[in-house]
């Protein structure tokens, strides 16, 4: 008896969703949208998480797809929204789908943030959904957005390649170094060493202007080069010696001390300098690093020194290329 009532009810849901289906190809689409949010009172009511979910997301998709913007971001949000009150575990299948989902919604919808937001704290700014996100930003040519996002993932690969990309149609020649060094240094401040080390590889060897190396033709190449090997060595000393021999190239831009302060205290134990004008390398502005630290709690992530105001001052040498690496941390 009670499995010919599975099988009734079974049977009831499928003759919904196929309703709600027809709807969508009609063109009725606030009736489908209505009919998903009555779904998901009622299963939330009786805890069907598992059919919600999968009902959510094909409404969504659907509903996306035909461009019906508004009440798709609303049943994405719905399916976040059951993701969290289920408890549902975080796993690879549904920070795809909520990447996928993001990526069908289009770039001039306000609502559009909100659903990233509500994604960053539901999978506590898992990389795999940074991934995601900055993969739909690079396809945008939203660089700002994208490179944010990447920093955050484990996809060196597509970063690298992206960031040949950006300098070869935006920057200028001579900032060929610039490009790499500043990114290295902000993931290591993320402390997210394995990104750093594959797109310092992929943007060294996908650039033509860059000569294969090690060793490289520009220092500060060279530089970056040999701080990845020093940061797993936890040797301060050798680290002290490699920016004190290298110091010419790093004053090319007056963020780089900062980020360096922060490597030291991660990976060197460095203690935090008590004043702005002490430190291994003149000290963090900490007034500057409290405010980055307040903006990176939001995002669910490690703070990251912020540029100083005079290397974010654009100059008649800096490109807008540049100004896209420096300003994506605001």
């Known amino acids: 008896m009670s499995e010919d009532m599975s099988q009734n009810k079974a049977s009831g849901i499928q003759r919904v969703i196929s309703k709600i289906e027809n709807n969508i190809r009609n063109g009725n689409f606030y009736e489908a949208h209505q009919m998903y949010k009555t779904l998901y009172f009622r299963f939330m009511a009786q805890k069907k998480y598992l059919e919600l979910l999968n009902s959510l997301y094909d409404g969504a998709s659907l509903l996306l797809e035909h461009d019906q913007q508004g009440s798709g971001v609303d049943l994405g949000l719905l399916y976040i929204d059951v993701l969290v009150k289920s408890k549902t575990p975080v796993n690879d299948e549904y920070i795809k789908n909520v990447g996928k989902l993001f990526s069908l ?61 950006l300098h070869r149609s935006s920057g200028y020649t001579s900032e060929v170094d610039l490009f790499i060094a500043q990114t290295v240094l902000q993931c290591l401040c993320l402390k997210n060493k394995k990104t750093a080390v594959i797109t310092f590889q992929c943007y060294t060897t ?15 190449l060279n530089f970056i080069w040999f701080l990845l090997q020093v940061v797993d060595s936890g040797r301060l000393g050798a680290f002290t010696i490699l920016c004190q021999e290298y ?41 500057l690093v409290q405010s980055l630290d307040d903006y990176n709690s939001d995002e669910e992530s490690n703070p990251l020194p912020p540029p100083s105001a005079q290397s974010r001052r654009p100059t008649a040498t800096t490109s807008h290329a540049t100004n896209i690496m420096e300003t994506d941390l605001d």
């Open 105 to 165: 919604i289009n770039a001039n919808v306000p609502e559009r943030d909100s659903f990233l937001s509500a994604a960053v704290r539901w999978c506590d700014g898992a990389p795999l959904l940074h991934q995601s996100v900055a993969q739909t930003y690079w396809k945008e040519k939203n660089y700002v957005m994208a490179r944010k996002h990447f920093l955050r993932s484990y996809d060196g690969s597509s970063f690298g390649t992206m960031l040949v990309e």
């Open 206 to 220: 996908q650039h033509p202007s860059i000569t294969k190396g090690p060793p490289y033709l520009l220092p500060l």
């Open 247 to 287: 110091q010419l190239s790093l004053e090319r831009d007056p963020s780089y001390m900062h980020y360096l302060d922060r490597i030291g205290q991660i990976f060197f134990n460095v203690p935090p300098p008590p004043s702005r004008s002490s430190g291994l390398f003149g000290g963090i502005l900490e007034s």
